[in-house]
């Protein structure tokens, strides 16, 4: 169970953002959340389990775009959260409209996700679907929020205009482990918008992260260009990259990827946009 640190000072616009989202949270009576591990949902589902209790759970999909570590640590914060838990299986690789990869590939995603979810709250008498989205979302493309607008999913913390910075503060007023955890997103980021998204190619992806998450470099992305790898990591770890590369190179070349790459801007979010 978690350990609320409440001795932590949040200003009164604050105060007033958290109040706000238990009563949006409230008023729903009961919830599905849909779950990933990140800072957001796990936030939400922190904050949910406070005010709902038993009438709110944690789903999660596990599917092959979602990195198997993140799925176990998704069961772990739920159980250190005390929130019921449960997954579901989507596997959007089966899908042509998501691995054709057109630019809004995530629509289709989150589309046939969220219909899933509200499906599964209707089978066990959930009355809504949360998700995680905050303001801060609507400063980058996400073609993924027309699906939830369609679908008339409930984004909690965005109707309490809870931005990014708010949520990473406030769980850490709640003692989330999450509290600086690097922003997550599906493994079918990492490949450029048209090229066709591919089970071998997923699972490059995720071999080739999990990796250099092993040694040590937890703000990654492996951008795969075909055969190429482009590596996004802090700027800060340029140098330990440089020192670890022999090993770097002969696990990605076992992997099938020919050329390995440093990208020199760094990790950033969103790199694969092309607008």
Do not use: W
Not at 61 to 66: C, G, T, V
């Amino acid at each position: 169970m978690i350990n609320y640190n409440f001795n932590i000072d949040i200003n009164p616009d604050l105060k007033e953002k958290l109040l706000k989202l238990k009563d949006i949270i409230k008023d729903n009576k009961s919830a599905v959340i849909a779950f990933s591990g990140g800072v957001d949902s796990t936030f939400l589902a922190t904050v949910s389990f406070q005010v709902l209790k038993e009438k709110c759970i944690a789903v999660t999909n596990f599917s092959s775009l979602m990195p198997e570590r993140e799925f176990y640590e998704a069961k772990k914060l739920a159980k250190l959260i005390g929130i019921k838990f449960d997954s579901i299986q989507i596997e959007e690789v089966n899908n042509p409209l998501f691995t054709k990869n057109p630019v809004n590939r995530c629509y289709f995603c989150k589309k046939n996700l969220y219909e899933k979810l509200l499906q599964y709250a209707k089978e066990n008498n959930y009355n809504s679907v949360f998700d995680g989205s905050n303001i801060s979302d609507d400063m980058d493309y996400r073609p993924g929020q027309l699906a939830l607008k369609e679908l008339k999913i409930v984004s909690p913390l965005k109707m309490a205009n809870l931005t990014k910075e708010d949520i990473r503060i406030l769980s850490g007023f709640y003692n989330l482990p999450t509290k600086d955890k690097p922003s997550l997103a599906c493994l079918a980021s990492r490949i450029p918008y048209n090229d066709e998204i591919t089970k071998d190619k997923i699972k490059i992806v995720e071999k080739s992260e999990d990796f250099l998450y092993s040694l040590g470099f937890k703000n990654t992305r492996v951008r795969l260009h075909n055969n190429i790898a482009r590596i996004e990591i802090d700027k800060n770890q340029f140098f330990d990259i440089i020192e670890n590369k022999d090993r770097i190179i002969d696990y990605f070349k076992k992997l099938g990827i020919v050329y390995i790459t440093l990208d020199l801007e760094g990790y950033r979010t969103g790199s694969m946009n092309i607008f």
